[in-house]
Nanobody, 122 residues
Framework: QVQLVESGGDLVQDGGSLRLSCAASGSIFRINAMGWYRQAPGKQRELVAGITGGGGTNYADSVKGRFTISRDNAKRTAYLQMNSLKPEDTAVYYC????????????????WGQGTQVTVSS
């Protein structure tokens, strides 16, 4: 079993900062890409930022220059540093990880966390 647990969501004022964490646990041989997605009420889930196993990153245009994704492979944890937050960043933020559970069965699977609420007040 693999679990992803997000934390760090909160209520913050316009212009504030938050740091989200996503910790993976369970039967894990290797974590490939990790990413942060968000879903606002009435909208589709969208990719916010992604990071490959080698550390390459990509960002949605709406967060470039404000958000930074990183990972600590030893801790099996991904982070999303969010600065200069805006009310339009309000959403439930989800972590996704592409995980290989065993070297004997090296097929990667997608796993999702339960989500953490980020609310930015104006």
């Amino acid at each position: 079993q693999v679990q992803l647990v997000e934390s760090g969501g909160d209520l913050v004022q316009d212009g504030g900062s938050l740091r989200l964490s996503c910790a993976a646990s369970g039967s894990i041989f290797r974590i490939n890409a990790m990413g942060w997605y968000r879903q606002a009420p009435g909208k589709q889930r969208e990719l916010v930022a992604g990071i490959t196993g080698g550390g390459g990153t990509n960002y949605a245009d709406s967060v470039k220059g404000r958000f930074t994704i990183s990972r600590d492979n030893a801790k099996r944890t991904a982070y999303l540093q969010m600065n200069s937050l805006k009310p339009e960043d309000t959403a439930v933020y989800y972590c996704k990880a592409v995980i290989v559970g065993s070297d004997h069965y090296p097929t990667p699977f997608d796993y999702w966390g339960q989500g953490t609420q980020v609310t930015v007040s104006s």
